[in-house]
């Protein structure tokens, strides 16, 4: 497992949406946290709690947000200016942060990349021309 920390964070209840997410899949590690920006909460507040977030662990940690320009990502980002030992990405989904959690990297930095590549390639159109012609025996399995 990873040993480099997280915190995600994103509007809404997207941080806890991509925690009970996981939940489902895999156990998440002790070294991450889940910090939304609620309606009407402050830039100021934000910045608090992910800053209490990040204060919990030693050593580098990942800042995951949402969206690249939003409120999330820019306190994340002043952060970052502030801090030494973190790394910002924002627009990765849910399939690289499962991937990522069996990893280890060497730094935040080399974390922060990987998780970009594999964003990229889980990106993919549904070709309809893939399909291969099913049989009445063919059966399928609930989720994944």
């Known amino acids: 497992m990873n040993r480099i920390n997280v915190v995600v964070t994103g509007h809404g209840t997207f941080a806890t949406g991509i925690q009970?997410?996981?939940n489902l899949l895999v156990k998440v590690p002790d070294n991450w946290q889940f910090v939304d920006f609620s309606s009407g909460m402050s830039d100021e507040k934000l910045k608090e709690n992910l800053d209490k977030a990040i204060n919990t662990f030693d050593g580098e940690t990942?800042?995951?947000t949402d969206l690249v320009g939003g409120t999330p990502?820019?306190?994340?980002a002043t952060l970052a200016t502030e801090k030494s030992g973190l790394a910002v990405v924002s627009g990765c989904n849910l399939g690289s942060l499962l991937e990522t959690l069996f990893?280890?990297?060497?730094?935040v930095d080399a974390f922060a990349n990987d998780l970009i590549d594999i964003s990229k390639k889980g990106t993919q159109i549904f070709d309809v021309t893939d399909i291969k012609p099913t049989t009445s025996t063919d059966t399928?399995?609930?989720?994944?």
């Not at 990502?73 to 994340?76: E, L, N, T």
């Open 20 to 22: 009970g997410a996981l």
């Open 62 to 64: 990942l800042l995951f």
């Open 73 to 76: 990502y820019k306190v994340a």
């Open 103 to 107: 990893k280890n990297y060497s730094d």
């Open 140 to 144: 399928y399995s609930d989720g994944i």
